[in-house]
């Protein structure tokens, strides 16, 4: 179901375009990490993979669950809650590792938050924290690195900022671009694991900012 609102509303927002990387490939069990910035973004790339064939599962903030309808959703669909800081946020891994095995693709943002800054300029992807090693350590499963850009333009800042952003969106039509690159085998340990992943996702943010339209502002 979210993926098929995603797919519908965020053409409506704004220009949705997708490119891959030669070799590219959505293999069933494969971990789908991508850039965090904005909290349209998850919308974006879950649009952009369902027009490549896909629905992921979702690894996202426990807090989500507890918006009525949303959170319903949210856990009828298999989508992961993930309480960060807490002991619990283990049980999330193990959660993520079931779906690759039953041939689940999942959505891990390895970010692990929002970028705190308030303006609307593209920035490459902040520190990587430890899950996404650690879920291919138990499982072996490939990583596809995805970038997007452009969520930004739709929704970044405060409440009021946000909002506004999202309400004018169908009128200012903002590019957004998402692109798949070819899949990883991960090795080493957990740190290259880590290091490996942030630099393959941060080349497909690259590759999707270059195909904004309007080349968005980096970020100091």
């Known amino acids: 179901m979210l993926s098929r609102i995603a797919e519908v509303l965020v053409p409506a927002a704004g220009r949705l375009s997708v490119t891959t990387d030669p070799g590219a490939g959505l293999a069933p069990g494969s971990i789908v990490a991508a850039n965090h910035t904005s909290l349209a973004d998850p919308a974006v790339v879950i649009a952009a993979l369902r027009r490549l064939g896909v629905e992921p599962v979702v690894m996202a ?46 959505l891990i943002y390895a ?37 997007q850009a452009g969520a930004r333009r739709l929704a970044s800042g405060g409440a009021a900022k946000q909002l506004a952003g999202l309400v004018t969106a169908p009128l200012r039509r903002p590019d957004l671009h998402v692109h798949v690159g070819a899949p990883l085998e991960l090795t080493g340990d957990r740190a290259a694991r880590t290091a490996r992943a942030r630099t393959a996702v941060t080349e497909a943010w690259r590759t999707a900012a270059a195909h904004l339209r309007e080349p968005a502002a980096l970020a100091a």
């Open 111 to 147: 970010e692990g938050g929002l970028p705190r800054r308030r303006d609307a300029a593209e920035a490459a992807p902040g520190p990587f924290r430890s899950g996404l090693a650690r879920i291919v350590e138990y499982t072996g499963a490939p990583v596809v690195p995805v970038g």
């Open 61 to 106: 903030a426990a807090g989500l669950w507890r918006i009525p309808l949303l959170g319903r959703a949210l856990a009828r669909e298999g989508h992961i809650p993930v309480v960060r800081g807490d002991r619990r946020a283990a049980a999330s891994l193990d959660l993520a590792a079931r779906a690759l095995e039953r041939g689940r693709l999942v």
